[in-house]
């Protein structure tokens, strides 16, 4: 295990249209609004006295559009990593969240209440974008190198913060963040510890989502 203490910023994506809208975003491609790319520009401003070496980025656009602003506010590189991508949601990409509560209203109420037993149709579980996610992120923290930040998606977070915490199933519902906020660990021989979550204060407005 590393020697040295390093922290990790665990940073959601800024705002889309499909987040306003209530629409079950996924994979699929959708890119931030004009008050997400305002919010990618605050939260630049609000990491610059971190110390963060480089940035880690989803693929998926409004990932990589938030880590280019940040990183051209810092000065650092970023680069994408696919085991940061957001969760497939399958037949529920780019469908209003109330169309599914109609058209699949059982698997709804599952992912509600017990998301970690379920699988949407065509879809990835949370728990293996869990998996893959904290796979990757063991492999990195071992790595040479200083502080860095992962801009990822909230399903993609909250299964980093459950594997870092060691948080038992049903722990997808246990953890809400903001688009746009940051929540950071430290990382020593010791492993992981949570210094912060959900910091938001830098954001001029957003929007609450509850499913």
């Known amino acids: 295990m590393a020697a040295d203490k390093r922290r990790i910023f665990l940073i959601r994506h800024g705002e889309t249209e499909f987040n306003r809208l209530g629409v079950f975003r996924g994979r699929y491609e959708v890119d931030l609004n004009s008050g997400g790319r305002k919010q990618a520009g605050e939260i630049a401003h609000a ?24 990183a051209a506010v810092l ?34 109420r599952r992912w509600i209440t017990e998301p970690e037993e379920m699988r949407i149709p065509n879809g990835e579980t949370v728990e293996e974008v869990r998996e893959r996610a904290f796979r990757r992120l063991e492999e990195i ?27 038992p ?35 001029s407005e957003k929007v609450k989502e509850v499913f």
């Open 75 to 108: 000065g650092i590189d970023y680069r994408v990593d696919e085991a940061f991508n957001n969760i497939d949601l399958g037949s529920w990409q780019g469908v209003p969240k109330h169309l599914v509560m109609r058209d699949y209203s059982d698997l709804w």
């Open 141 to 167: 923290v071992d790595e040479p190198g200083g502080n860095f930040g992962i801009v990822t998606h909230r399903s993609v977070l909250k299964g980093l913060a459950a594997s870092i915490l060691n948080v």
């Open 47 to 70: 990491l610059e006295s971190e110390s963060i070496g480089f940035l880690l980025t989803s693929p998926l656009g409004r990932a990589t559009e938030t880590a280019d602003i940040i």
């Open 169 to 203: 199933a049903p722990w997808f519902w246990k953890f809400y963040m903001d688009n746009a906020a940051y929540s950071v660990f430290e990382y020593d021989a010791a492993g992981f510890v949570l210094t912060s979550w959900n910091s938001n204060s830098h954001l």
